[in-house]
């Protein structure tokens, strides 16, 4: 089989073209962003079951979550990882954007 060769990108068929400006560790921080989730989701149990006086369902303690607090986390565990984590960020176009916002 003869590879295509694409003249206005400089990449074959096979290869995807490498992504510019995208995150690098882009793996490694879905990983600790899930991680940092679970985290919270564990603690936000734990904190309606004190409040509430009983036992607090994982679903219950997401749900809450997701309504009450995770849209002001995202941003936060971006930055953290961001400027704090990643290996890349001293030469992370993206990264520096994310912390300047």
């Keep these: ?16 073209p490498k992504r510019r400006g995208g995150c690098r560790d882009h793996h490694q921080l879905n990983q600790w962003q899930i991680r940092q989730y679970k985290q919270a989701i564990e603690e936000n149990k734990w904190y309606m079951g004190q409040r509430l006086g009983r036992a607090i369902a994982w679903e219950e303690a997401e749900d809450d979550f997701l309504h009450n607090g995770y849209y002001g986390c995202a941003p936060k565990w971006r930055k953290e990882y961001c400027s704090n984590r990643c290996n890349h960020f001293s030469e992370c176009h993206l990264g520096k954007l994310f912390i300047e916002q």
């Design 1 to 16: 089989m003869i590879e295509q060769y694409n003249k206005s990108s400089g990449h074959s068929d096979r290869e995807p």
